[in-house]
C-alpha cells in the first residue's frame, strides 16, 4: 500500500479481555515501531524490530503485552487481560532500514482502544 | 536520559499572523530534532528535522525550526499561518547511540482562527 495502514481502526473492548492490534508497514521497510499515546499526551515508544526480531522491547510496561512480526512485515501488538489504564490511540510506525534518525518514520493513523 | 519540555499546551493565532511554538530538550549526549503535526484522526507527519549542519532548518508547509544548542531549544515558527495549520503539534529527541528511540513532548495545539 502506500502509507502504514492499521486495522482496526478503532477498538472497544472489556476489561480482562484479550486483544489484538494490527500494523501492515510501508512495503520494504524493514524498521517498524510500535508507540502509545494517551490523551493530550505525546506517542510513547513501546518495540522497535528490525526486521523479524524486537531489537529494542524496553517501552513495552509490563508483560502483558507482546508484539510479534512473524514475516519482518506485518506486526501484531497483543495486550492480554486489558484494563482500564491501556485505553490510549497504538500508533505504528514503519522506516525503510534502521532506527537511525536518518531514516524518517512514516505513521499510520492509529488503532483508538477503549477499555471498558 | 533524554526528555522534551512543550512550554505551550495550546497556542491560539488569527489568520496570517506569525507563530512559534516552544520547544526544549535534555540530553546528556549530542541530540537530533524533530518536528511532527498530526491532523484529527491521522498519524503524525514530519514537518522538519535537525541532523547536522545548518542551524536553521526548512521544513514542508512553510515551517522553519532552529536549533540552539546554548539554549538547547529547537522552536518552530512560521511567518503566517493558515487556518489549515490548525492541528496538534509534536517535538521530538532522539539522543546520539544506542537504538535512537524517539522522546516525544506532550505536544501544543495550534489553534488558528479567521
Known amino acids: 500500500g502506500a502509507g502504514v495502514s492499521q486495522t482496526p481502526s478503532n477498538k472497544v473492548t472489556e476489561k480482562g479481555k484479550y486483544v489484538e492490534l494490527r500494523c501492515d508497514p510501508i512495503?520494504?521497510?524493514?524498521?517498524l515501531y510500535w508507540y502509545r499515546q494517551s490523551l493530550g499526551q505525546g506517542p510513547e515508544f513501546l518495540i522497535y524490530?528490525?526486521?523479524?526480531?524486537?531489537?529494542?522491547d524496553s517501552g513495552l510496561p509490563n508483560d502483558r503485552f507482546f508484539a510479534v512480526r512473524p514475516e519482518g512485515s506485518v506486526s501484531t501488538l497483543k495486550i492480554q487481560r486489558t484494563e482500564r489504564g491501556d485505553s490510549a490511540m497504538y500508533l505504528c510506525?514503519?522506516?525503510?532500514?534502521?532506527?537511525?534518525?536518518?531514516?524518517?518514520?512514516?505513521f499510520g493513523p492509529g488503532t483508538r482502544l477503549t477499555v471498558l | 536520559a533524554q526528555s522534551v519540555t512543550q512550554l505551550d499546551s495550546q497556542v491560539p493565532v488569527f489568520e496570517e499572523a506569525p507563530v512559534e511554538l516552544r520547544c526544549n530538550y535534555s540530553?546528556?549526549?549530542?541530540?537530533?530534532l524533530f518536528w511532527y503535526v498530526q491532523y484529527p484522526n491521522q498519524g503524525l507527519q514530519l514537518l522538519l528535522k535537525?541532523?547536522?549542519?545548518?542551524?536553521l532548518v526548512k521544513g514542508i508547509n512553510g515551517f522553519e525550526a532552529e536549533f540552539n544548542k546554548s539554549q538547547t531549544s529547537f522552536h518552530l515558527r512560521k511567518p503566517s499561518v493558515h487556518i489549515s495549520d490548525t492541528a496538534e503539534y509534536f517535538c521530538?529527541?532522539?539522543?546520539?547511540?544506542?537504538?535512537?528511540?524517539?522522546?516525544f513532548g506532550r505536544g501544543t495545539s495550534l489553534i488558528v482562527h479567521p
Open positions: 540530553s546528556s549526549v549530542s541530540v537530533y
Open positions: 521530538a529527541v532522539v539522543s546520539s547511540g544506542g537504538s535512537y528511540i524517539p522522546t
Open positions: 510506525a514503519s522506516s525503510f532500514s534502521g532506527s537511525h534518525p536518518y531514516n524518517e518514520q512514516f
Open positions: 524490530f528490525q526486521g523479524t526480531g524486537a531489537a529494542d
Open positions: 535537525y541532523l547536522s549542519g545548518s542551524t
Open positions: 512495503s520494504g521497510h524493514t524498521a
